[in-house]
């Protein structure tokens, strides 16, 4: 049974998991700026792999996977995807989001959107004729609150949770009712703003991943599905249809 290498390089950290057959199996995850070829080797195992695949965002790390595994296939428009691509620069989208793209089209169906709650989050919508038409970027939930933290000089950092109120009778309290409620409201805007202007109000499937996903999309009814290896999935997906031997 084939054995292919994916591999997810975001911003913050790294993930990677070894597909058998059509089973993904365990999910390891390395801080990106810690990553080396050794502890890539060291997840593929004893076992030869026969593809690996690469979905990176971070293109100075890029060298690093290639060191460890010189005919890794890096993720991009260039590849079959199985979904069409219109957009005005197809090589400018980030190979998560043409993953996560890729995943909704073939696992959850279309019209989509798949929202992927990083360092960033990321809207990116395919069209009921199977086709990728754009998406949208907003700061990540963490990067909102860690900016509060670092441009104040009384507000602490505070660990993401769910509020036990709107109204906090703390600063710890308050910025967390205005990161998850705001946060949550920026979402539920987005959303409401791309199904109006591009689905005549028939609602699309959205499926949530990222590491925020849980946290906010879990209370949201828009959301159909809380995904957290979506982007996996999507590098999967690529990988049946762009054998290394197509190359």
């Known amino acids: 049974m084939k054995r292919t290498l994916l591999i997810d390089i975001s911003n913050s950290f790294t993930k990677a998991a070894t597909a058998i057959g059509t089973r993904i199996g365990r999910v390891h995850r390395i ?3 810690e990553l080396k070829s050794a502890s890539l080797r060291a997840l593929a195992g ?12 971070v293109p100075a790390k890029n060298a690093v996977v290639l060191s460890a595994f010189p005919h ?6 260039h590849l079959n995807l199985g979904v069409d691509i219109d957009y005005p620069n197809p090589e400018s989208i980030g190979a998560d989001r043409l993953a996560n793209a890729v995943a909704c089209a073939g696992l959850y169906g279309i019209p989509s959107i798949a929202v992927d709650f990083g360092t960033a989050v990321t809207f990116d919508v395919l069209s009921a004729k199977r086709t990728y038409i754009g998406g ?5 939930l963490s990067a909102m609150t860690n900016y509060l933290h670092e441009k104040t ?9 769910e ?6 009778r703390s600063t710890q309290e308050a910025m967390l009712s205005g990161a998850v409620h705001g946060y949550r409201g920026l979402i539920r805007e987005i959303l409401t703003q791309i199904t109006a202007e591009n689905f005549r109000g028939k609602k699309p499937v959205v499926v949530a991943t990222g590491g925020d996903a849980k946290l906010i999309a879990g209370a949201l009814p828009l959301f159909d599905k809380v995904d957290p290896l979506l982007t996996l999935r999507g590098i999967y997906l690529i ?9």
């Open 153 to 161: 000089a009384l507000l602490p950092r505070v660990t993401l949770k």
């Open 239 to 247: 990988a049946t249809q762009n054998t290394p031997a197509s190359f």
């Open 163 to 168: 509020p036990k109120s709107a109204v906090g």
């Open 72 to 77: 890794t296939v890096i993720i991009g428009s």
């Open 136 to 140: 949208v970027i907003a700061p990540g």
């Open 31 to 33: 801080p990106t700026a």
């Open 46 to 57: 004893k076992t030869k792999v026969d593809s690996v695949f690469l979905s990176s965002v």
